[in-house]
């Protein structure tokens, strides 16, 4: 990134703005909502999910429209920080965004980090054209 991964920016995403807080929403989120069936048979730690559903109850349906929700507005701060003028380089922003939307594209139906064939034509086609 060059210059622009200078100190200010490093103290600017260390002191947690909006579009970092967000990005992590979606990302912990979505990845919580699609692998927690999986890592539930797997016996893995306690996901997002699991953790709510025993703190507040409610059953896992309900849990995964309340994320989906926090998603939404995760999403809208995103596009709210992107387009509203900030003290920080756009390039900056822009590899903020561009993780969380390949975190949407990588959860968005079920989890294609683990289960990585569901997302090998996204990689297919962005290795053989990456300018569509």
């Known amino acids: 990134m060059g210059e622009i991964a200078n100190k200010?920016?490093?103290e600017w995403v260390?002191?947690?703005?909006?579009?970092?807080?967000a990005s992590t929403i979606v990302c912990r989120l979505m990845d919580d909502i699609t692998s927690h069936t999986f890592e539930q048979k797997r016996e893995q730690v306690a996901s997002a999910v699991e953790c709510y559903i025993k703190q507040h109850g409610g059953s896992e349906e309900e849990v995964e429209k309340l994320f989906r929700k926090e998603i939404r507005n995760a999403w809208k701060d995103i596009n709210e920080e992107c387009l509203k003028p900030t003290p920080v380089p756009m390039p900056l922003l822009e590899r903020v965004l561009n993780l969380t939307r390949a975190m949407d594209v990588i959860y968005k139906d079920e989890d294609g980090y683990t289960n990585s064939?569901?997302?090998?034509?996204?990689?297919?086609?962005l290795l053989k054209d990456p300018t569509v």
């Open 117 to 125: 064939h569901v997302i090998k034509d996204y990689v297919a086609s």
């Open 8 to 10: 200010y920016a490093f």
């Open 14 to 21: 260390y002191n947690d703005p909006k579009i970092v807080r």
